[in-house]
């Protein structure tokens, strides 16, 4: 039988605001697909504490890491905020989930739909090389509600160099003014047009596949815009245009 945690050791946490952090932790055996999560734990008074988190490194790469915003009392995102370098955390084995290249049809154009610390799988899936084989371009869309929360524009811009013209990173930011950010929400500007128009490209379902991730109710009003524009949720025995993954 696999046993149930690994041990990780965290190597190093980066502090990006007051509540978003990313927590790199060494555990060499764990295994995983690009877009895969797996469970972290931690004994807080004397309870084990866990829950699911998206990995961010590609598979190839050696550390693991998980990208997380600290909710007001929610019980393992602080107690994570506060890890050092040097502390122990539970890893599960393997991965688990369905938000994975392999399970999304051969299409042309790819968008992947973020809120907030969801853009984490999409990275993942991004920094592995053979992701790019698969389509002509992808459209990585991240909504916040401030500017500060564009993390990780590091590794979008080591894309854009990589990727050029096949690579299209837009941004929301929904509560403060925000240059080269859209304002609003995505569902919205399916609707009027504005998130083709801002992509220069059109959402077909003969060329299209969309994945969503995040908050729930972002990944309801989303896919019913896109039903309204002829999409449809994808499953294995009847093939479609949405995938989806809830984080709470
Ligand atoms: C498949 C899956 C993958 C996930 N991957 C990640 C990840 O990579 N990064 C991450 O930050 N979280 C992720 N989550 C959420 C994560 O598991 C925890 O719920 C979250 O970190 C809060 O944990 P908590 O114990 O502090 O509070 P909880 O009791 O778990 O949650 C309390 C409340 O916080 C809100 N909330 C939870 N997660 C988020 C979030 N990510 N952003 C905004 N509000 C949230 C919800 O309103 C929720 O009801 C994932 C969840 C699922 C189901
Ligand atoms: N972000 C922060 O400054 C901050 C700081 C400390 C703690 N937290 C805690 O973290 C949690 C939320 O974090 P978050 O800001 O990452 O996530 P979030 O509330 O999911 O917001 C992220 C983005 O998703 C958008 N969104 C929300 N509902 C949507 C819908 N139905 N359709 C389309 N878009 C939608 C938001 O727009 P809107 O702005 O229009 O809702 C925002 O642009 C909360 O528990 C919060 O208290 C957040």
């Known amino acids: 039988m696999t046993e149930k945690w690994v041990h990780g050791e965290v190597v190093n946490v980066k502090h990006w605001t007051e509540s978003l952090y990313s927590v790199f932790v060494s555990a060499p055996a764990v295994k995983f697909v690009a877009g895969q ?6 004994s807080l008074k004397n309870e084990e504490v866990a829950r699911p988190y998206s990995f961010v490194n590609s598979p190839d790469e050696e550390l693991l890491e998980f990208y997380s915003v600290s909710v007001p009392n929610g019980p393992l995102s602080t107690a994570m905020q506060t890890l050092k370098k040097g502390d122990s955390i539970k890893v599960g084995p393997r991965g688990n989930g369905f938000l994975i290249l392999e399970e999304i049809p051969n299409v042309e154009n790819i968008w992947m739909l973020a809120t907030g610390t969801a853009i984490g799988p999409y990275l993942s899936i991004l920094k592995t090389k053979n992701s790019w084989d698969k389509f002509k371009k992808v459209v990585l869309v991240h909504a916040v509600r401030y500017k500060k929360e564009l993390t990780y524009q590091d590794t979008i811009n080591t894309l854009k160099e990589e990727y050029k013209d096949r ?45 969503i991730c995040g908050n729930p109710e972002m990944l309801k009003d989303t896919t019913v ?7 449809k949720k994808h499953r294995r025995n009847s093939p479609g245009h949405i995938t989806t993954e809830n984080y709470w």
């Open 167 to 211: 690579f299209i990173y837009i941004t929301y930011v929904s509560r403060e003014e925000a240059e080269y950010s859209l304002k609003g929400r995505i569902p919205k500007d399916i609707s009027n047009g504005i998130l083709e128009e801002k992509a220069g490209l059109k959402m077909k379902p003969d060329n299209t596949h969309v994945m």
């Open 225 to 231: 815009e896109l039903k309204k524009i002829g999409l």
């Open 37 to 42: 999560y797996t469970k972290l734990s931690l």
